[in-house]
């Protein structure tokens, strides 16, 4: 099988599966929150965990809550910031119209509390223009959310910069770095950020834990109430997952400059070969910087799901979109708000490659894309004119 699905989910690295498998077999199951001794153990090891995080970021370990994906990072940042706000006179919230589908989820929820929600469409290369983001920023403005990388195209978003504009207004910053980490560097001096989400999976840890990262001075309100985590998120905390996402972390943080050299030029390689090879073929997001691993590809007079399928019986694993959203009928959002029609978005697909990704894969993958494009190219045409 060849992998080509990363944004989705990456395969768990070995050293975090071996951490996983002697945490679950070797002891260790106390409670964080229980004052015994095997309390006191978990709590150490939780502690610890959190040091790590917040090393990699570039923050204090205080800041770090352990959340059980990047969703609901993005909605506890959201909801619960929004919730918490000092300045109730302050109703307007500032996004993209390309965010992750559980941060558009929670825009609506806050519409719905009477905020004023504005959503800011993106150039056709993807990117959301910088001057109308701070445009948009204006004093009745509570709080910005806007991600770091595009989990569909990849494309990288002017986050540095809003940031620090936000940081000088009093606007409270947040962004959705999920799809950032281990692609490109990530810390808080890179981008002065309140609030930044992250899940495990992305980057080579266990599928359902996350971080959001609450700096020091900002209040959330907790979805969950409770007492654990700072009281931002209620519930027994995983210590086994929070070791494993800090060690993914790490691993990630380590290889980034490297993986990202040796991914992109294959990413690049792939693009080259299939736009020389094939006609009616356009890269989504071209013109724009993006993560060095992310292709989203338009194939003129295509239907991507068919596509898709006929790639997966051979072996090949991509995806039509984002995969929370995978099973759906409805045309990307994404690439509808870059301004392609239904049927252009309906006929992209996006490749994520890995750190698992060979010379050897590329030439597969092109390879059976010059072969199926064609096909279904006939198919849908024959199908047109009958």
Known sequence: MIYWDHNAAAPVRPEVGALLARAFTQGGFGNASSVHGGGREARGRLDAARAKVARLLGCEPKEVCFTASGSEADALALVGAYAARPGKERRRVVASTVEHPALLGALTWLEREGAQVVRLSPAPDGRVPLEAVLEALTPDTALCSLMWANNETGVLQPVAEVARTCRQRGILFHTDAVQAAGKVPLTLREVDADLLSLSAHKFGGPQGVGVLVVRKGVDVRALTPGHQEGG??????????????????????????????????????????VLTRLTGVTVNGAGAPRVPNTSNLRFDGVEGEALLMALDLEGICVSSGAACASGTLSPSHVLRAMGLSPAQARGSLRFSLGTSTTDAEVARVVEAL?????????????????
């Open 370 to 386: 010059c072969t199926h494009v064609p096909r279904v190219r006939a198919l849908e045409a024959e199908a047109s004119v009958g």
């Open 232 to 273: 931002r998120r209620g519930g027994t905390q995983n210590v086994p997952y929070a070791e494993a996402l800090a060690l993914a972390l790490e691993l990630a943080a380590t290889e980034q400059s490297a993986t990202a050299t040796r991914v992109g030029a294959l990413r690049d390689g792939f693009e080259q070969q």
